[in-house]
């Protein structure tokens, strides 16, 4: 069965609203959660590390202030697309990993982001 | 810098045979090595993985292949079959388990 639930599945919006997307841990509680985004025929490229409890430390070129995250339970984290615009239509990844050292990252299914 | 590279980036074979996918990496600190399978519009899902202190791991139908002087690991898919038609995604963790992707190889199994 799935270990990690992404919500919306799909989403199409007018520029400038802000979309919130929802990434649970099913099976386990999860302290670190991570956000990946594919562009089309892109590889998955990390965007941020969601940290339970405290700031989610984002990586190189990603602005935090566009991307908000919250991890605010041991089972969910969210990701707020702020003011959001046709450049950041793209399909977005969470994912979990179980456990301690080198393990498997369990990723949802995806959100399709589609700014008009 | 691509850290983790797949140069095909796609691949047909026969129903039936061995489907071979190659991944490169340029990181010598990376120490364990992922598979990921995925199909469009879905998360990708974890196949098969190898830490650097083996050089082999098997599970069924799928094999991974390291090759630490060379930097090189492949999957091996025996027998393949079409529902095996996806991308295929070879990853490694950096500091904090970070995932480095590379770019994916398309696979075709065909009937």
């Known amino acids: 069965g799935a270990v990690v639930s992404q919500h919306p599945s799909w989403v199409i919006c007018k520029s400038g609203t802000s979309v919130k997307i929802e990434c649970r841990s099913l099976?386990?509680?999860?302290?670190?959660m991570f956000w990946y985004r594919q562009f089309p025929k892109q590889s998955l490229m990390l965007m941020a590390t969601?940290?339970?409890?405290?700031?989610?430390?984002?990586e190189q070129g990603v602005e935090k202030d566009k991307f908000l995250i919250n991890h605010a339970s041991l089972t969910l984290s969210t990701l707020t697309v702020t003011s959001a615009h046709p450049e950041d239509s793209s399909f977005y990844i969470c994912?979990?990993?179980?456990?301690?050292?080198?393990?498997?990252?369990?990723f949802g299914d995806g959100t399709r982001l589609s700014i008009l | 810098d691509q850290q983790v590279k797949q140069n095909s980036p796609s691949l047909s074979v026969q129903e039936g045979r061995i489907s071979i996918l190659n991944c490169d990496y340029t990181n010598s600190m990376f120490d364990y090595f992922l598979w990921y399978k995925k199909y469009p519009a879905e998360g990708p899902t974890f196949l098969i993985s190898i830490s650097s202190i083996k050089d082999k791991n098997e599970d069924g139908r799928f094999t991974v292949f390291l090759n630490k002087s060379a930097k090189h690991l492949s999957l091996h898919i025996v027998p393949s079959q079409p529902g095996d038609s996806a991308v295929y995604f070879c990853a490694a963790p950096r500091s904090n388990y970070k995932l480095t992707f590379g770019k994916g190889t398309l696979l075709t199994v065909n009937p």
């Open positions: 099976d386990f509680q999860a302290t670190t």
């Open positions: 969601s940290n339970e409890g405290s700031k989610a430390t984002y």
């Open positions: 994912s979990v990993k179980q456990g301690a050292g080198n393990q498997p990252q369990h």
